[in-house]
Structures are given as structure tokens and as C-alpha cells.
Nanobody
């Protein structure tokens, strides 16, 4: 059983910063890609940032230059440093990871429970 547990959300003023963390635990042989998605009320879930096991990153255009994704492979943890936050960044942020539980198992995509980010103007 694999679990992804997020932390670090909260309320911040515009132009402020937050750092989200997501730790994977349970039966894990390897983790491939990890990422962050977000979903605002009435909108579809969208990709914010992704990072491969080798450290290559990609970002949504709306956050490029303001958000930084990183990971600690030894801790099975992915981070999202969010700077210069805007009211339009407010959403529930979900962690995502592609995980292989055993050497012979196929990879599966797992989701965290989500953490709320609120940005006041």
C-alpha cells in the first residue's frame, strides 16, 4: 500500500511564498516521475510542475519563473517552492507520483489527498 501525504498549504498574502511537501511511503521499489497538480473551484485539474527521477523539470507557463519543483530521492519526497504567489494560484494542490511497488510490478500513478492554498489580495 502506497500513500502520498502532502503538507505545507495555507493562507498567504499576494506576493508571498509557500513550500509544499509530499512524502511517499509504503511498499515502494522505485519512483519515476513526481509532480504537482492543482484544481481551483469550477476548473479542471491542471499540471503545475513535474520532475523526473533524473531531475529534469517542466512547468506550466503560468508558474514558470515563480515556482520550483525539487525532490529528495532518499526521502521519497517532492517539494514545490512557490514564490510571488498570485490570487489566481489559489487552489487545492495535489501531489502525484508514478511508483513501482516491486521489481516485477508495473508502474502505477498515485495521488495525495490535496492541500489547500489560499492567496489573499
Amino acid at each position: 500500500q502506497v500513500q502520498l501525504v502532502e503538507s505545507g498549504g495555507g493562507l498567504v498574502q499576494a506576493e508571498g511564498s509557500l513550500r509544499l511537501s509530499c512524502a511517499a511511503s509504503g511498499s515502494i521499489f522505485s519512483i519515476k516521475d513526481m509532480g504537482w497538480y492543482r484544481q481551483a473551484p469550477g476548473k479542471q485539474r491542471e499540471l503545475v510542475a513535474e520532475i523526473t527521477s533524473g531531475g529534469s523539470t517542466s512547468y506550466a507557463g503560468s508558474v514558470k519563473g515563480r515556482f520550483t519543483i525539487s525532490r529528495d530521492n532518499a526521502k521519497n519526497t517532492v517539494y514545490l517552492q512557490m514564490n510571488s504567489l498570485k490570487p489566481e494560484d489559489a487552489a487545492v494542490y495535489y501531489c502525484n507520483a508514478v511508483i513501482r511497488e516491486t521489481v516485477l510490478a508495473p508502474t502505477q500513478r498515485y495521488w495525495g489527498q490535496g492541500t489547500q492554498v489560499t492567496v489573499s489580495s
